[in-house]
């Protein structure tokens, strides 16, 4: 896994992944950003998809799921620059700026925030 400068990724705000839930979603996140999953989240998401576990999901897979996005999207926001965030809303994935306000934090209520 070759992650760029911490704080220092050069990335446009928007969406990155739409409309996804579940495991497709999480596998949508690694499509668009490969180099911040290693080798092993990537190989079980695959495992995962292509052995029909996604239709009958046990806790131990989607907590493994959970896991592996959790890690993929922190590793974004460490590599993104201060004034942005990589979050998830509504079962899509965005990059956003932050406000003075929230400094990233998802419970923020200012309409102005990229965070809603």
């Known amino acids: 896994m070759?992650?760029?400068d911490v704080n220092n990724e050069d990335?446009?705000?928007g969406c990155y992944?739409?409309?996804s839930w579940g495991h497709y979603g999480t596998q949508h996140l690694l499509d668009q950003f490969p180099q911040?999953?290693?080798d092993a989240e990537r190989n079980m998401m695959y495992i995962m998809s292509v052995s029909g576990r996604s239709?009958?999901?046990v806790e131990q897979d989607a907590d493994t799921i959970v896991d592996i996005n959790d890690a993929v999207v922190e590793r974004i926001n460490d590599a993104l620059p201060s004034n942005q965030v990589a979050h998830w809303h509504d079962g899509e994935f965005f990059i956003s700026p932050t406000c003075e306000w929230c400094?990233?934090?998802s419970d923020c209520d200012n309409e102005e925030c990229g965070m809603h």
């Open 2 to 4: 070759a992650v760029n």
């Open 11 to 13: 990335m446009e705000n």
């Open 55 to 57: 239709d009958g999901l």
């Open 103 to 105: 400094d990233g934090d």
């Open 36 to 38: 911040y999953a290693t």
């Open 17 to 19: 992944v739409g409309g």
